[in-house]
């Protein structure tokens, strides 16, 4: 991961700005954040066909890499399509699938990095159990929000709140021994041979907003093309996979738009 970090940063900057700008009702802004989803999809693919972990000595089957990145690019391009406002009816499905995949295969990972942190100290087992815990609860949420949505705030709380207890002993401890030389845990974190860190921030990032739209401190995203009214109707359609009431919408608006603009033209 180490050798796309910037790339990755760069990413998770348009992100940021693609929805400041939403935020700021300029239309190009989930445009933005949709292209920084992008850029993680074609990142992800060139991680799949030009692997980095060859040379590597993984603490558990290679095949798990690929596998992981497969299922991230799937989710990836998802809310690529999602952005551009294209969602088809199988998408949900899929990310559930690819979701309730990703669990067992961090929680394999998981355990066998806090098995091998136990031979440096336990505030780094402490770390990661609390790093971990996190992921799985953000990923937990995701899958929440799409099949029972009254509770996610309470799981986006509870991730947030382990993210911030993984933080605060990781700037308070000292640092530790590994492979020769001395790194913090945010930097063990960061040589952790898998797409954990991506799944934790962009979770964040995601729900944190979630939490401050939903006490008002942070104003809704503008989507620009279609009203308000449509985007909650594809909301709910998602959590009803029922796609039919958005397309009628859809299909009314736009032909409410063509007559009133013609007769605004004839006038």
Known sequence: MKRYSALYYLLFVLIIMGAFASMAQNSYGLKIVGIASLGFVLTFLNEIFF??????????PSWLVPCELV??????????????????????????????????????????????????????????????????????????????????????????LLAAGFVAIA?????????????????????????????????????????????????PLYHGTVPEGYRRLVEMSIVNNDQKRPLEFKERYEDFVEKYSKDLGNQ
């Open 51 to 60: 692997p980095t972990h060859i040379d590597h000595k993984l603490p558990y």
């Open 71 to 160: 299922l991230l690019t799937i989710v990836a391009t998802i809310f690529f399509l999602r952005n551009f406002s294209i969602d088809i009816t199988f998408f949900t499905p899929l990310l559930i699938l690819s979701m309730v995949t990703l669990l067992p295969l961090l929680l394999y990972q998981a355990l066998i990095q806090i098995r091998i942190a136990r031979a440096h100290n336990t505030v780094l087992v402490t770390a990661l159990v609390l790093y971990y815990a996190s992921v799985f609860t953000f990923i937990l949420s995701v899958l929440i929000s799409i099949l029972v949505p009254d509770l996610l705030n309470a799981f986006a709380v509870v991730g947030i």
């Open 171 to 219: 700037i308070i401890s000292k640092k530790i021994t590994h492979e020769g030389g001395t790194v913090s845990i945010l930097q063990y974190i960061g040589l952790l041979k898998n797409k954990s860190s991506i799944l934790l921030i962009t979770c964040i990032l995601l729900y944190g907003y979630h939490l401050l739209y939903s006490i008002g401190t942070l104003p």
